[in-house]
């Protein structure tokens, strides 16, 4: 079955860096537009970054712009997101998707970023 595995999250401190990994099984990865998004403890999931199947075209929330990176490796049915500058309103459990996937309801299992001093 699909399946969308993010890694990567962990505490960090204001100022420092993540890379987020999201591997895709059994899903025609190369084909479609990854896309990342977040959810803060209360808040509604929130789009954070787009990249096209190509990977040739990238959008980001306002609020991430400069900061964090989207990029894939079709080669390795993987999105990445490096997170630079972190602040503490990035504290979030962050999730990749794509339109046919979330369409249908279906998320992974997410990955906690927690930016804390």
């Known amino acids: 079955q699909v399946q969308l595995v993010e890694s990567g999250g962990g505490l960090v401190q204001p100022g420092g860096s993540l890379r987020l990994s999201c591997t895709a099984s059994k899903f025609m990865f190369s084909s479609y537009v990854m896309s990342w998004y977040r959810q803060a403890p209360g808040k509604e999931r929130e789009l954070v970054a787009n990249?096209?199947?190509?990977?040739?075209?990238?959008t980001y929330a306002d609020s991430v712009k400069g900061r964090f990176t989207i990029f894939r490796d079709n080669a390795k049915n993987t999105v990445y997101l490096q997170m630079n500058s972190l602040k503490p309103e990035d504290t979030a459990v962050y999730y990749c998707?794509?339109?046919?996937?979330?369409?249908?309801?279906?998320w992974g299992q997410g990955t906690q970023v927690t930016v804390s001093s």
């Open positions: 998707n794509a339109p046919p996937l979330s369409a249908v309801g279906y």
């Open positions: 990249i096209r199947s190509s990977g040739g075209s990238t």
